[in-house]
């Protein structure tokens, strides 16, 4: 079996039109996993040349909006398209709430489509939500998957580990430097992680200042957090450039970081 990792978005909640939300596909063979579901995450997996009807299991890090935003879309429009299975989510508590107010919101929608002219597969409208702890959280014969606490101000946020056939994935989600993080990503083949700039950091006002550097993870810190980590890869996304560039942001972790790295674009493929 062989994996790929596809970028799907690598945006954050600023409204840039070249990174769309926040998801990360996991690819084995022909199975599709997701990481998250921010802004246009459905279109952009048609973009990367996957059947829509493919999204069944996804994996949520935490409840901001930006990373599930797109959380209508994976249920509804491949339920249009003709998904035959549920979709089945993992996430932190307050998935299940978020899932039934999303459904009650489409009631109309959902109905017309099951019940009307349109030919539909009802399945495909089915959601399963379950709230998730630290540990192995879903296993099939592609995949096992390890959700990890990591530290996102007051939000209960996860980390997921992804150990494929070939290679092991590791995924922050939003976090500041997390030790947890550090110890299951210990080794991993990849570790998609998302940053700011420590230098863009100084240009903003004293409140933002205080919220990114308690919240989110700095170049500085990230190149750190890489030094222990070791990947073969590691992958920015979830980029905060606060008006630098991506070579500056780039220059910021390889001036001290002598690993492989990227700063990951939006359909990238790894």
């Known amino acids: 079996m062989s994996s790929k990792i596809i970028l799907l978005g690598t945006g954050t909640p600023n409204p840039d039109p070249n990174r769309l939300g926040p998801s990360v596909a996991i690819v ?22 996957i059947s829509v009807s493919k999204i069944s299991r996804a994996f949520l890090t935490h409840l901001h909006s930006d ?3 797109g959380y209508p879309d994976i249920i509804l429009t491949p339920g249009v398209i003709g998904r035959r299975e549920p979709l089945e ?17 489409y009631e109309i929608d959902i109905q017309e489509r ?31 998957v390890e959700a990890f606490r990591v530290d996102h101000g007051t939000l209960e946020s996860y980390g ?9 994935v590791v995924i922050s989600g939003d976090t500041c430097p997390s030790a947890n993080l ?17 230098e863009g950091l100084q240009g903003r006002t004293e409140d933002w200042r205080r919220y990114h550097s308690s919240v989110h993870t700095s170049t ?12 073969e890869l590691l992958v920015l996304y ?5 008006k630098k560039s991506d070579d500056e942001l780039m220059w910021e972790i390889t001036e001290h970081y002598d690993g492989k790295v990227v700063s990951g674009n939006d359909l990238d493929v790894f």
């Open 238 to 242: 979830h980029q905060l450039f606060m």
């Open 114 to 144: 099951i019940q009307g002219l349109e030919p539909a597969n009802q399945n495909g409208y089915i959601v399963h939500a379950h709230e998730i702890d630290e540990g192995l959280i879903y296993t099939d014969e592609n995949v096992k």
């Open 89 to 105: 989510v993992y996430g932190p508590r307050g998935l299940t709430d978020m899932t039934n107010h999303i459904m009650a919101a």
């Open 67 to 69: 990373h599930t935003i």
């Open 220 to 231: 500085r810190e990230l190149i750190e957090v890489a030094k222990k980590v070791k990947p």
């Open 182 to 198: 550090i110890k299951q990503a210990l080794g991993c083949d990849i570790l998609i992680h998302e940053v700011y700039s420590a």
């Open 160 to 168: 997921f580990k992804f150990i494929l056939p070939d290679r092991t």
């Open 28 to 49: 084995v063979d022909d199975s599709l996993y997701l990481v998250d579901f921010g802004a246009g995450v459905v279109r952009q997996v048609a973009a990367a040349g």
